[in-house]
């Protein structure tokens, strides 16, 4: 029998990551891109180029400090409401390209890297997901913080179910 430990050892990032990548484009406004993550309801995607692979990752930290940039100190800015999911964009920055303000630097790992090392990974770098990429360098799959953690609460409840009881603090 597996005890959690081995069980979570054995586990990789295939075995966890989304497969249904969510991808924006490079050249996107973020407008388009606010909308696609809004739709699909993620906090942040890979950025791809014109024949798919991944050049950036646009999350909603890069909208904050795209705005958080335009503010002169002491300033203030208003986000309008954006569509009836309640999310919103920021007018300042709607019409510039996603380019301009993703994250250039991507994280990624390989489909068999380990649970362990991943969240070595996050917690070193402060990630909230990280990229699989396959030989072209086009994502295939996206593990994120959740991913880790519902794979840690999967692996502990097939060893003892839930008691129904809330844990003591």
């Given at each position: 029998?597996n005890t959690?430990?081995?069980?979570?050892?054995?586990?990789?990032?295939?075995?966890?990551?989304?497969?249904?990548?969510?991808?924006?484009?490079?050249?996107?406004?973020?407008?388009?891109?606010?909308?696609?993550?809004?739709?699909?309801?993620?906090?942040?995607?890979?950025?791809?180029?014109?024949?798919?692979?991944?050049?950036?990752?646009?999350?909603?930290?890069?909208?904050?400090?795209?705005?958080?940039?335009?503010?002169?100190?002491?300033?203030?800015?208003?986000?309008?409401?954006?569509?009836?999911?309640?999310?919103?964009?920021?007018?300042?920055?709607?019409?510039d390209l996603?380019?301009?303000?993703?994250?250039?630097?991507?994280?990624?790992?390989?489909?068999?890297?380990?649970?362990?090392?991943?969240?070595?990974?996050?917690?070193?770098?402060?990630?909230?997901?990280?990229?699989?990429?396959?030989?072209?360098?086009?994502?295939?799959?996206?593990?994120?913080?959740?991913?880790?953690?519902?794979?840690?609460?999967?692996?502990?409840?097939?060893?003892?179910?839930?008691?129904?009881?809330?844990?003591?603090?």
């Amino acid at each position: 029998m597996n005890t959690p430990n081995q069980r979570l050892r054995s586990l990789h990032a295939e075995d966890i990551m989304s497969r249904d990548v969510i991808v924006v484009t490079a050249n996107s406004t973020m407008s388009e891109a606010a909308d696609v993550l809004c739709e699909r309801q993620v906090s942040g995607a890979p950025v791809v180029d014109e024949v798919g692979r991944c050049v950036g990752v646009l999350s909603g930290s890069d909208y904050v400090h795209s705005e958080a940039s335009h503010l002169e100190p002491g300033a203030s800015s208003v986000a309008s409401p954006h569509s009836s999911l309640g999310c919103y964009q920021i007018e300042d920055v709607q019409h510039d390209l996603v380019r301009r303000h993703m994250t250039p630097a991507v994280q990624t790992i390989d489909k068999k890297c380990s649970l362990l090392r991943i969240a070595h990974c996050m917690c070193g770098e402060h990630l909230h997901r990280l990229i699989v990429l396959d030989d072209h360098s086009v994502p295939v799959g996206v593990v994120t913080s959740l991913d880790l953690i519902a794979a840690l609460v999967t692996v502990i409840e097939k060893e003892q179910p839930p008691s129904g009881k809330e844990p003591q603090p």
